[in-house]
């Protein structure tokens, strides 16, 4: 066609008068030819990949390969040729192309993610990349749902928007069947001797996504959520599982604050950072970002359990000497966790007032003065309340009732306080 409606303009142009206008008249005699044909062929039952080349020849190699290719677009400029097909036919097959790709979509990320269970389920070790834990399902997925919008985009730009809008629906479907196969993994595996290998290499399957979602895709992470949403699930619920062995070996030496009645409480806080120093190397293989999160986990778990023994109601100090000198062995274990937290890659600030600021109101003696600091605490950690509060000054045997009520009241100025972005105390719960 193309060679054909060269050759007019070549050869043919120059042997007719300009008025005979013989490039037209060959252009919308073959376009008619061709209009009529497509016509015939779209009324019957395409398969896709005929659908996808018809509107691929219609909606793209036609008008732009063909009509505005460089020796013919300044020649047809002023010839009104209209489309192959009427708009009416293009939308219906460009809507039969949309539903189908989309299945195809769906079907084959479906594959992806039933294999790599397989993989899962049969205790198949997964590769290592650069240090790392490595899986190709994101990479897989994102070449399936990438390939499917480059299809529609093939056609026409709309057409690839529409496509988005259709496959990131689609993928977010397959997150949340991910996050629930990979649950079902994290409760059925236990015992595979690549369980915690596996669980990393999905933890980092998320920065994959997360990347391509966000530059590819422009996904950020508010108006996307319910595409984000599931893997932040799979991540946390993947910490939590690799957290759970060393958390639970921590326990009996947190127990030891209370047992003691806190003595030498310094000692104690040195095994337990040891203990975590220890187990730090199982999770090398994270990615950095990764086990920086996973460190933040164990920050908090740190300085939780820590309020959580705190909050025993087995210590009644009567003298101020004895409320103070507790309080520098908070001030001083509190320091020794955020030096190590922070050494390892914790960047969680917002727990740095937690056990100094506690410790302060185990020091100070002023009711007034006392206040102050549980009004500012509240303001820091808007899920303290009046039954940590409790708690915390059961430890301050010379306050009188009357006093601690009057203490307690000042979270009542806080009611209606934001919610907590994190939580601390509400993770804590008190007698």
């Known amino acids: 066609v193309k060679e054909d409606l060269e050759a007019v303009v070549e050869r043919l142009k120059p042997l007719f008068p300009a008025e005979f206008g013989v490039v037209a008249t060959y252009a919308e005699s073959y376009h008619q ?31 732009n390969d063909i009509l505005n290719s460089p020796k013919l677009a300044e020649e047809l400029q002023d010839v009104s040729l209209g489309s192959l097909l009427p708009p ?39 590769l290592r990349l650069d240090g790392h834990c490595h899986s190709e399902l994101a990479i897989d997925i994102i070449q399936i749902v990438s390939q499917g919008q480059a299809k529609a985009e093939n056609i026409t730009p709309d057409l690839g928007t529409q496509m988005k809008q259709v496959l990131l629906v689609e993928l977010s479907v397959l997150l949340r069947s991910y996050q629930r196969a990979f649950d079902e993994f994290l409760e059925r595996g236990k015992q595979l001797r690549n369980y915690r290998a596996n669980i990393i290499a999905n933890i980092n399957n998320c920065l ?85 999160e996973l460190v933040e ?75 102050i600091e549980v009004a500012t605490y509240a303001t820091c950690y808007p899920d303290f309340s009046k039954g940590h509060l409790n708690a915390i000054l059961a430890i301050k045997g ?23 972005s994190r939580s601390l105390f509400s993770l804590i719960k008190v007698g």
């Open 33 to 63: 030819h061709f209009a009529a044909h497509l016509a015939s062929m779209a009324q019957f039952e395409l398969c896709e990949r005929d659908t996808y080349l018809l509107l691929l020849w219609v909606q793209n190699l036609y008008p």
């Open 297 to 371: 986990a164990v920050h908090l778990h740190l300085v939780k359990e820590y309020i959580i023994r705190l909050s025993k109601r087995r210590l009644v100090l009567k003298t101020a000497e004895q409320q103070q000198q507790l309080a520098r062995h908070i001030l001083a274990n509190a320091s020794v966790i955020q030096d190590f937290c922070t050494k390892n890659g914790s960047t969680a600030t917002w727990l740095n007032p937690a056990l100094p600021t506690l410790a302060e109101i185990i020091r100070l003696q002023d009711p007034s003065a006392i206040k």
């Open 208 to 292: 994959s996504f997360r990347t391509s979602m966000e530059q590819k895709w422009q996904i950020l992470q508010d108006p996307r959520s319910y595409l984000l949403d599931p893997l932040s699930e799979l991540k946390v619920h993947g910490f939590d599982a690799l957290l759970q062995n060393l958390f639970m070996d921590l326990k009996p030496l947190f127990k030891r604050f209370t047992q003691t009645r806190w003595a030498a409480p310094e000692e104690t806080l040195e095994e337990i950072v040891g203990m975590v120093e220890g187990r730090l190397p199982e999770f090398s293989e994270l990615h950095d970002c990764f086990r920086e």
């Open 398 to 420: 010379n306050l009188t009732n009357s006093e601690v009520k009057s203490i307690r009241n000042i979270l009542d100025i806080n009611t209606g306080a934001q919610q907590p």
């Open 88 to 126: 009416k036919q293009i939308r219906l097959l460009e809507a039969t192309f949309l539903s189908s790709e989309a299945a195809n979509v769906k079907e084959l990320m479906a594959r992806a993610l039933e294999m790599e269970s397989q993989h899962w389920a049969q205790d198949v070790a997964p």
